[in-house]
């Protein structure tokens, strides 16, 4: 299934938010060469750019929609539609950072030592995931198809807890200076059934893609009646989502 730009936007605001608050962490660099990998609609490599407006940028996605989206909003820049996971710079970067995209990847020792060798003196990897993974959001869908006779492959297809402890991610990172930390933010979402709107806008795209018409519907009504008890509309119409991430910065001496 396509990602769809429209539909990851729509909470644009939220999803935007820890990256920022990513970017304002990343220390002082004399950055000429730095990638945003996993770029999405690329909001956040613009706003690097206008950090280090002198540095040549660029956003890298696996989707072709994204990337079209993001050279639609910023045709000066440059985005290339590529493999994350398989991505090698033409010699050393200076910031190498990925906002809510590394979780998609497997064997994240193998990546996280591979991107450290990718950064020289003084460049820095700066790098946020969800960290939501036993919150209902990504447990009520993983009971729902455990629970039923699914096809075998969407509970394959359903991303389970992809992060290792954080203290192994500043082991694979060293030699360098790293500074790891967990937020929750507590968003107020609107509309109806917004906490389904939001995981079909990410981590349930691989199963709904899987399931036919009927077992998407069936398997739909199932999980908005799960959301609900679970994330109950508060009297003003909103509803609360807490959603934790993981940060990792790390400075190379």
Avoid at 22 to 51: F, K, N, S, Y
Avoid at 177 to 186: A, I, K, P
Wanted: glycine letters at 6%; hydrophobic letters at 40%.
């Amino acid at each position: 299934m396509p990602w769809d730009p429209d539909c990851y936007l729509r909470f644009a605001d939220h999803r935007t938010r820890p990256g920022i608050e990513l970017l304002t962490r990343i220390p002082d660099l004399d950055a000429r060469r730095i990638v945003d990998l996993g770029c999405g609609t690329g909001h956040l490599t613009a706003m690097l750019q206008e950090r280090w407006p002198d540095a040549e940028v660029a956003g890298i996605d696996s989707s072709v929609e994204m990337i079209e989206r993001a050279r639609r909003d910023h045709p000066e820049m440059t985005w290339i539609v590529g493999d994350v996971a398989a991505w090698e710079p033409d010699g050393y970067t200076d910031l190498v950072f990925s906002n809510a995209a590394l979780h998609w990847l497997d064997d994240h020792e193998a990546l996280f030592r591979r991107l450290r060798t990718l950064l020289g003196a003084g460049g820095s990897l700066a790098v946020q995931m969800p960290d939501n993974w036993n919150a209902p959001t990504h447990r009520i869908p993983a009971d729902i198809l455990d629970e039923n006779d699914w096809p075998e492959v969407s509970r394959t297809a359903l991303m389970r807890d992809r992060l290792s402890p954080p203290q192994n991610y500043a082991h694979w990172l060293q030699p360098a200076n790293v500074d790891l930390w967990r937020t929750t933010y507590y968003q107020r979402l609107t509309g109806d059934d917004p906490v389904w709107t939001w995981v079909t806008g990410s981590v349930l795209r691989p199963v709904l893609a899987i399931l036919n018409d009927d077992e998407r519907d069936r398997f739909s009504r199932l999980c908005k009646e799960r959301y609900r008890a679970s994330y109950p509309m508060d009297a003003d119409g909103t509803t609360t989502l807490p959603f934790s991430r993981l940060f990792v910065v790390a400075r190379i001496p």
